[in-house]
Nanobody, 121 residues
Framework: QVQLVESGGGSVQPGGSLRLSCAASGSIFSVNDMGWYRQAPGKQRELVAVITIGGSTNYADSAKGRFTISRDNAKNTVYLQMNSLKPEDTAVYYC???????????????WGQGTQVTVSS
């Protein structure tokens, strides 16, 4: 059994900051890419940022310059530091990780339960 547990969401005023965390636990052999996605009401889930096991990162255009993704491989944890938040950043944020449960087992996508981020004055 593998679980992704997120924390750090909440409400903040425009221009504020939040830091999201997501820890993977359970029967894990290796964790490959980790990332953050978000889904606003009435919209499709979209990529926010992704980080490889080696630390390479990729960001959505909307996140560039404001958000920073990082990870602690020893803790199987990924973080998303969000600065200069805007009302359009309001969404449920989901953690994603590609995880192998054994040496010869393929990578499988796992998702967190989601954490609400609300940016409003």
């Amino acid at each position: 059994q593998v679980q992704l547990v997120e924390s750090g969401g909440g409400s903040v005023q425009p221009g504020g900051s939040l830091r999201l965390s997501c820890a993977a636990s359970g029967s894990i052999f290796s964790v490959n890419d980790m990332g953050w996605y978000r889904q606003a009401p009435g919209k499709q889930r979209e990529l926010v940022a992704v980080i490889t096991i080696g630390g390479s990162t990729n960001y959505a255009d909307s996140a560039k310059g404001r958000f920073t993704i990082s990870r602690d491989n020893a803790k199987n944890t990924v973080y998303l530091q969000m600065n200069s938040l805007k009302p359009e950043d309001t969404a449920v944020y989901y953690c994603n990780a590609k995880i192998s449960k054994g040496f010869f087992q393929r990578l499988t996508d796992y998702w967190g339960q989601g954490t609400q981020v609300t940016v409003s004055s």
